[in-house]
């Protein structure tokens, strides 16, 4: 079992920059993918980015593709999201998910995922 911890939300201007972290109980083992996806109003949850915990691969939706960075701290369990050069079009509740699926099919199979964090909000002011 594991469980997802989201910090690192809040508010922040067109431009700016926020940095999501998810902190995971329970060992994530070395066949694990880490990663995000965000929901905003009246939209369907999407794919953000996603990291191979073993590999250190990492993947990316189009739309945050050279403004977003994520990675991961393997000796805590925890993988962040840096978030650059952030749009108004970026506000959204992002949760943080783990799955043992590889990272690269995550933008098409957030329904097979297998564990959620809570989600933190995120708004961005034009």
């Known amino acids: 079992q594991v469980q997802l911890v989201e910090s690192g939300g809040g508010l922040v201007q067109a431009g700016g920059s926020l940095r999501l972290s998810c902190a995971a109980s329970?060992?994530?083992?070395?066949?694990?993918?880490m990663g995000w996806f965000r929901q905003a109003p009246g939209k369907e949850r999407e794919f953000v980015a996603a990291i191979n915990w073993s590999t250190g691969s990492t993947y990316y939706a189009d739309s945050v593709k050279g403004r977003f960075t994520i990675s991961r701290d393997k000796a805590k369990n925890t993988v962040f999201l840096q978030m650059n050069i952030l749009k108004p079009e970026d506000t959204a509740v992002y949760y943080c998910a783990a799955d043992q699926s590889l990272a690269s099919i995550w933008p098409r199979n957030k329904d097979a995922i297998a564990y959620w964090g809570q989600g933190t909000q995120v708004t961005v002011s034009s």
């Open positions: 329970g060992r994530i083992f070395r066949n694990y993918a």
